[in-house]
């Protein structure tokens, strides 16, 4: 068996982990665009080269006689590059360029969903002219404002959040319509929280649910990263949302994979990704993405029991309602540790030492059962690893409480990952989690009160 890999972030050496835990023993081959030490040390053959290039990676996978394809991150998606590898005899997890448009388009995509009638959305439009965009934000005068095409998960700002007033939302909106149409949308106050599931194009199987941490420093201020650190509860649900919350945002997802036949003539083969918002009304749909989270994928893949191999083979073959898809009973805490002044100006080449040989993922010795360290945007040198000017290291702790998950990928941090990185020390404590409930608690109690 020979899987054909494509990225090189810490989502994907999270992917390759899995592949290579394997029993059916599978040959990795990876394209990437940047060489990851830790995904190269466990590929038998590597492609540095455009992960958009999609004619050169269908050639690459048909000269390795590759079975199945893998696709991490999402601007190979947009390239077409799964449509590539479909049309020359390659099956691929990861959706064709028309069905990728649920993240690749947030114009296209919110249009989706209000015309199947899926459910999430807020109260929202689409402008490309500033008068009209600007009277519309007047209207709802608290709002989100989001650049319609692929930004990296920078581009949106919210009011309240780096939009401090209507003023900073209108010349927000001026900004991006330099470059792309603008998509204007109410504001929803509550918890985040990510979804994914693995999609045959008609059965989900979902992963555990995950907050992420996008703004850099801790206390959630601070300019937005593309993510700092993840953490999953024990079980399929976040401490702060309910059974009933849960199975809403399952059911829009459902709801989603079966509409894409209808609008695009294609299914959806891949990992659907709904970052959701928990809201007094329930949960709402903040964006689509057609692929796994970085850093969720470390979390969730991170307790992934079932053959990986096996998962790809259903999704592409439609046969997802065949398998049972089994994650270990654990809580996860993910920490980024990032270059010192990231994002906005990092340290970049500077050495970065792992004492956690053994945790490092799928090498020889590794993973130990409790922690798992994932290399991300790093590169190697005479056998040493630098920074580059993005997030360096996932450190993956895993327990039976989030407390104690924390508490080892914290240690892990403090104590075998040296440079000058620094991490966010509350994701996954205690005090947050705690913070998360009680906000979920109050708003719910506000509606109440408000009946
Ligand atoms: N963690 C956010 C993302 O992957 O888009």
New binding site residues.
């Given amino acids: 068996m020979k899987i054909l890999l494509i990225g090189g972030g810490g989502?994907e050496h999270a992917i390759a982990a899995a592949v290579k835990r394997s029993p059916q023993n599978p040959l990795l081959y990876t394209v990437m665009a940047k060489k990851n030490p830790g995904i190269a040390a466990l590929s038998e053959k590597i492609l540095i080269h455009d992960e958009k290039d999609a004619r050169a990676i269908a050639e690459f996978a048909k000269e390795n006689g590759i079975d199945l394809a893998f696709i991490g991150p999402e601007a190979p998606l947009s390239a077409g590059v799964s449509d590539a590898l479909w049309a020359a005899g390659v099956p691929a997890v990861g959706p064709k360029k028309d069905c990728a448009r649920i993240e690749t388009d947030k114009a296209w995509a919110r249009g989706f969903i209000e015309k199947h009638g899926i459910g999430g959305n807020p109260k929202y439009a689409v402008f490309t002219d500033y008068e009209q965009a600007a009277a519309f934000i007047d209207k709802l005068k608290d709002v989100a404002v989001k650049p319609a095409g692929l930004t990296g998960?920078k581009g949106v700002k919210v009011m309240g959040d780096q939009l401090p007033d209507i003023a900073a939302a209108k010349a927000y909106t001026k900004e991006v319509l330099k470059s792309d149409s603008v998509v204007i949308e109410e504001r929803f106050v509550g918890e985040e929280f990510?979804l994914q599931a693995f999609v045959d194009g008609k059965n989900l199987a979902f992963c555990p649910t995950a907050q992420?941490h996008?703004r850099a420093y801790e206390g959630d201020i601070g300019p937005n990263t593309?993510?700092m650190g993840?953490y999953t509860n024990a079980g399929a649900l976040l401490p702060f949302i309910t059974p009933e919350e849960y199975e809403t945002a399952e059911n829009i997802m459902k709801n989603t994979v079966a509409a894409f036949p209808k609008e695009t003539g294609d299914e959806f083969k891949g990992i659907l990704?709904g970052?959701f918002i928990l809201t007094n009304r329930g949960p709402k749909l903040i964006e689509y993405?057609a692929?796994?989270?970085?850093?969720?994928a470390m979390n969730v893949l991170s307790l992934l029991e079932t053959d990986i191999v096996e998962i790809m083979k259903a999704v592409t073959s439609g046969t997802l309602d065949k398998i049972k898809i089994e994650f270990s009973n654990k809580a996860t805490v993910c920490k980024y540790a990032v270059p010192a002044g990231y994002p906005d100006e990092p340290k970049k080449d500077t050495e970065v030492i792992v004492l956690a040989e053994n945790a490092i993922a799928g090498t020889a010795t590794g993973p130990t059962s409790d922690l798992i360290v994932y290399y991300s945007a790093v590169y190697e040198k005479d056998g040493k690893i630098f920074t580059t000017g993005s997030r360096s290291i996932g450190v993956v702790g895993l327990a039976e409480t989030l407390e104690e998950a924390e508490k080892i990928s914290r240690d892990a941090l403090d104590n075998k990952i040296k440079g000058e990185l620094f991490f966010r020390k509350d994701i996954g404590t205690s005090a947050l989690v705690r913070k998360r409930i009680e906000h979920m608690d109050k708003l719910r109690a506000e509606k109440v009160t408000k009946k």
Avoid: C, I, L, W
């Fill in positions: 989502r998960g990510t992420d996008k593309g993510g993840a990704y970052q993405n692929r796994f989270g970085d850093p969720e």
